[in-house]
């Protein structure tokens, strides 16, 4: 793998992490051919910006991004979310459940 500029070493970590829902530390820093602790590095500054959760353990550990989480796909802020829930409780049948889809579709 070429050498990379932190920011697109960790935008490629986010994309492999999409596809593949979870990884190791010490998987990663092979593949992009840095030190471990540049991964974990890389990886608190993504957890900055996106769901991504660390995972302790000897065996199952490691990286993983959020279930329904993929780039290139727009969610919900927290505020957005919480004024279209205020939102909801106010309608009734097909508004109620058109706003229910969005919600669903649009959440993390």
């Not at 910006?49 to 780039?71: L, S």
């Not at 205020?86 to 919600?103: N, R, V």
């Amino acid at each position: 793998m070429k050498k990379m500029r932190p920011s697109e070493r960790r935008e490629k970590i986010l994309e492999l992490l999409c596809i593949r829902r979870q990884d190791t530390v010490k998987h990663l820093a092979a593949e992009f051919q840095v030190s471990e602790r540049t991964i974990k590095y890389d990886i608190e500054e993504l957890t900055l910006t996106y769901p991504i959760d660390t995972i302790r353990g000897r065996y199952g550990g490691g990286v993983k991004v959020k279930d329904g989480y993929y780039v290139g796909r727009n969610y919900l802020k927290p505020p957005q979310k919480n004024l279209l829930l205020k939102l909801l409780s106010g309608l009734s049948g097909k508004d109620a459940e058109t706003m229910s889809s969005i919600l669903k579709d649009f959440s993390l």
